[in-house]
């Protein structure tokens, strides 16, 4: 038999739906203010979350040996190189490896998990892991003029050649040979090279409307011809460098130049009287140049516009890692963001007499004798 009332009307409890109500709106209150939190700032709140679970507040001294001549960082992890070695130190301090390397002028270039070791001008060149293993066995064949390494661990160098003016070597991010250039006319003074290897780029000096010019080169790896060229002007480059895979920027001395992967130039800002500038900051620049009483630092853009500017009595010292500007000044250590707002400073800086910066927002203060870390 049918049942007359087949619907049920379920009793609902009007207090029990309110406090529901009220739970749900809360927890989404402070899901936005946790966002809201980490996103401000461009996330460098984020960075004080993992600084916390990797260092906590324990202060942070490492003794130098010998005089350090270069210095980087590896994931937040101190190296430094002299004239006879490499040294990679871990989160405690301790030594995580030594590799024996003769360098007459060292140079360092490292990401999260490559370390590029060469000396400007000599004859060796060295690519490690993170655990200090050598990852190229093979040694240059002219004297190493500049080295380039990439994210994923791709690498370039120019060097002389006994039978051409310069040459271009490429490795993959095996770390495989997967591309030469040797050039006649020009000497390649300088060279990058884009994650993934397909696309390089040699600075090439040559003459110019009866003096000396600069131009870029631009090379895709599958193709034996440049696919476009850059000229840079009647001036000396100091460095260039890939922003992503298909954004470039050429620093030279009068001034600096983003263009693409197929030439075409995005923006140009000029600049005089460079006394220390840094290229790796995230798709940006960090310049430093004589002005009338001190210094003024700079940051630019892929547009090569103007990010931020600010004037200093002292400078001391720079270095940029992600989305940190580090800087020596006459107040001390100041850590801002590529805007050139102050995120963070101390007077511990003002006994330093260098600085290199991590991309996890600390900064490793040295002078003669040792290295300290500054956990903001």
Request: charged fraction near 20%; aromatic fraction near 10%; charge should be negative.
């Amino acid at each position: 038999m049918k049942n007359k009332n087949d619907k049920i009307i379920p009793f609902r409890h009007p207090g029990r739906q309110k406090k529901r109500l009220v739970v749900f709106l809360a927890s989404l209150g402070v899901l936005i203010l946790l966002v809201s939190f980490f996103a401000i700032d461009n996330g460098k709140n984020w960075d004080s979350i993992g600084r916390y679970f990797t260092y906590g507040g324990r202060n942070l001294e490492i003794p130098l040996n010998g005089k350090a001549e270069k210095m980087t960082q590896m994931g937040g992890n101190l190296v430094v190189a002299d004239t006879q070695r490499i040294i990679k130190y871990d989160e405690e301090g301790k030594e995580a490896f030594v590799a024996s390397m003769s360098m007459n002028v060292p140079c360092l270039d490292a990401t999260q998990d490559y370390l590029l070791a060469y000396d400007a001008g000599g004859k060796t060149l060295m690519l490690l892991d993170a655990q200090g293993n050598s990852l190229i066995g093979t040694a240059p064949t002219g004297r190493v003029i500049h080295a380039d390494l990439a994210s994923d661990g791709s690498m370039c160098y120019t060097a002389t050649s006994s039978r051409y003016k310069s040459q271009l070597q490429v490795y993959d991010r095996k770390q495989l040979l997967c591309y030469t250039v040797y050039s006649v006319k020009q000497y390649f003074t300088a060279c990058a090279v884009a994650p993934g290897a397909d696309n390089v780029c040699a600075i090439a000096l040559g003459t110019q409307d009866g003096g000396f010019g600069s131009s870029a080169m631009i090379y895709r790896t599958d193709r034996e011809e440049p696919v476009a060229q850059v000229p840079l002007g009647n001036q000396l480059i100091y460095d260039v460098t890939f922003w992503g895979k298909d954004t470039i920027c050429a620093l030279g001395e009068s001034s600096l130049v983003v263009f693409t992967t197929e030439g075409e130039v995005l923006g140009t800002y000029p600049c005089g009287k460079i006394v220390a500038f840094d290229l790796e900051g995230k798709s940006f620049a960090a310049l430093v140049y004589e002005a009338e009483g001190g210094y003024e630092l700079a940051t630019v853009d892929k547009q090569g516009k103007e990010l931020g500017r600010v004037s200093l009595e002292k400078f001391y010292g720079l270095d940029v890692a992600g989305k940190y500007v580090t800087r020596l000044d006459e107040t001390g250590l100041v850590i801002s963001g590529k805007g050139l707002e102050t995120w963070f400073e101390s007077q511990d800086g003002l006994n330093a007499t260098g600085v290199q910066a991590c991309d996890n927002g600390t900064a490793f203060l040295t002078d003669s004798q040792r290295a300290r870390l500054f956990l903001p």
